[in-house]
T-cell receptor
Framework: EDKVVQSPLSLVVHEGDTVTLNCSYE??????LLWYKQEKKAPTFLFML????IEKKSGRLSSILDKKELFSILNITATQTGDSAVYLC?????????FGTGTRLKVLA | SQTIHQWPATLVQPVGSPLSLECTVE??????LYWYRQAAGRGLQLLFY??????ISSEVPQNLSASRPQDRQFILSSKKLLLSDSGFYLC???????????????FGEGSRLTVL
């Protein structure tokens, strides 16, 4: 059965800190690994990763995938209070997207 | 551009009452459609997905059902709600490409259901 595990479950940091969020997966017929940010309502898309070792970057956020070890990380540098949210990782298999339980990040001013 | 509409945004229902949540997608054809549920403080649980009209795959046994009467319409239903059905329900779509390479998953705004 496809499975996605995220760690840590929650994290509290101060503004300016760097955080690393982890996502491991077990899936048959892997298609892609996706990261989302969820504040109050619907998740918003951050990254989609399909190839191993290629970093995707958007401002202070970056992510990389390791298809051999079956994991991905999401890095956020110079955190801001606006980064406070739940970060969700999902793997795309054949027609299905399985999500992890998420990492709740709180950034203190 | 593609858009996804989901309604109602919030509803409060008594135990044992029926449920109908609707979702429509505009601006694309033959999308894959999904219903997820999110309990408080939890991740997204896949309930149903559909790769075509009338084709429904169920991921979790429960008292919910889904239907896809038209290409871009997806409906989540229940005949009798349970307390445990409370949660945040999200409809989503991806491209319906051969082999399941859907790419980004796009979400509706969600429906918050409280069963009393």
């Amino acid at each position: 059965e496809d499975k996605v595990v995220q760690s840590p479950l929650s994290l509290v940091v101060h503004e300016g800190d760097t955080v690393t969020l982890n996502c491991s997966y077990e899936v048959t017929n892997f298609r892609s690994l996706l990261w989302y940010k969820q504040e109050k309502k619907a998740p918003t898309f951050l990254f989609m990763l399909t190839s191993s070792g290629i970093e995707k970057k958007s401002g202070r956020l970056s992510s990389i995938l390791d298809k051999k070890e079956l994991f991905s990380i999401l890095n956020i540098t110079a955190t801001q209070t606006g980064d406070s949210a739940v970060y969700l990782c999902a793997e795309e298999g054949t027609y299905k997207y399985i999500f992890g339980t998420g990492t709740r990040l709180k950034v203190l001013a | 551009s593609q858009t996804i509409h989901q309604w109602p945004a919030t509803l409060v229902q008594p135990v044992g009452s029926p449920l109908s949540l609707e979702c429509t997608v505009e601006g694309t054809s033959n999308p894959n459609l999904y219903w997820y549920r999110q309990a408080a403080g939890r991740g997204l649980q896949l309930l149903f997905y559909s790769v075509g009209i009338g084709q429904i795959s169920s991921e979790v046994p429960q008292n919910l059902s889904a239907s896809r009467p038209q290409d871009r319409q997806f409906i989540l239903s229940s005949k009798k709600l349970l307390l445990s059905d409370s949660g945040f329900y999200l409809c989503a779509w991806s491209l319906g490409r051969t082999g399941g390479y859907g790419g980004e998953l796009f979400f509706g705004e969600g429906s918050r259901l409280t069963v009393l």
